[in-house]
């Protein structure tokens, strides 16, 4: 067991840091010469000031292909917090309407059968980021929209 | 299984190998990962102030081994992606125990 305390005081908003912890290919009892594997394991950890909350925008969103070729769309996150958002935790639907303007399909952006295209988006307070969804339906010639309903995540 | 997988490996890797010594060596060595350290959580939230400014991390050894483990802490790039700026030693941004 480890314990961490943070030492650096007040903050404006979400710092990140990455917890490596390392087993050490180190073992008093062993006499072998070959391979020796050094497994390193990645904690997440955010600091946040103690009243802050996330508000997470979609600056745009546009027909794009996926790295595999397949349908899907491009998105522009903005995090105007001042705590770390998730997009899984944000509450988005993303809508596909047809040229009438009639929406074709909805889909929740926490729907697991989305979420297997992008896994999930972290966005830090104060920065931008760009990410494109893999979506089951053709979504060329259509108009994309994101609405972030509710209180952001 | 994990002492087996590493013997295996090792045996193979003392031996001259050809292509496919070592390709078997690799696929065994696939196996290990299984065996090795578990921790968690994943996401460890702090505050930056009043009485979150702690938090643990747990390392679980499910081997019969004793096992050497080290943490060190880095800060993430302000826009989290990978391949961007080389992440900076934040070692001194927390107190960690043990050291």
Redesign the interface.
């Known amino acids: ?11 404006e908003r979400t ?10 290919p ?2 008093p ?2 006499r ?4 020796r ?1 050094l ?1 390193t ?1 990645l ?8 009243r802050s909350a996330p508000a997470l925008r979609v600056v745009s969103v546009e027909p794009a292909a996926t790295a595999a070729g397949g349908p899907g769309a491009r998105l522009t996150l903005e995090n105007l917090g001042t705590r770390y958002a998730y997009l899984s935790q944000s509450g988005a639907v993303l809508r596909v309407r047809r040229p009438s303007g009639e929406t074709e399909r909805s889909f929740a952006l926490d729907d697991d059968e989305i979420r297997r295209g992008y896994g999930d988006v ?3 307070p ?4 760009q990410v494109v969804l893999a979506l089951p339906v053709p979504v060329a010639g259509k108009t994309l929209s994101v609405e972030i309903a509710g209180p952001p995540s | 299984m994990w002492s087996a997988l590493r013997i295996a490996a090792t045996r193979f890797v003392s031996r001259p190998l050809g292509s496919a010594g070592l390709a078997l060596a690799l696929l065994l060595a696939g196996g290990v990962p299984a065996e090795a350290m578990r921790v968690s959580p994943v996401i460890l939230d702090l505050s930056a102030t009043g009485r979150g400014t702690t938090g643990s991390i747990r390392v679980e050894n499910p081997a019969t081994a004793p096992i050497a483990v080290q943490l060190s802490l880095t800060r993430r790039p302000a826009d989290g992606a990978a391949g961007g700026p080389a992440a900076e030693p934040a070692d001194d941004a927390f107190l960690v125990f043990p050291p």
């Open positions: 067991m480890f314990r961490l305390q943070w030492l650096g005081g007040a903050l710092e990140a840091f990455h917890a490596a912890v390392e087993q050490l180190i073992n009892n062993e072998v010469n070959g391979i594997f497994v394991f904690v997440n950890v955010y600091v946040s000031p103690e972290l966005v830090l104060g920065a931008r980021k």
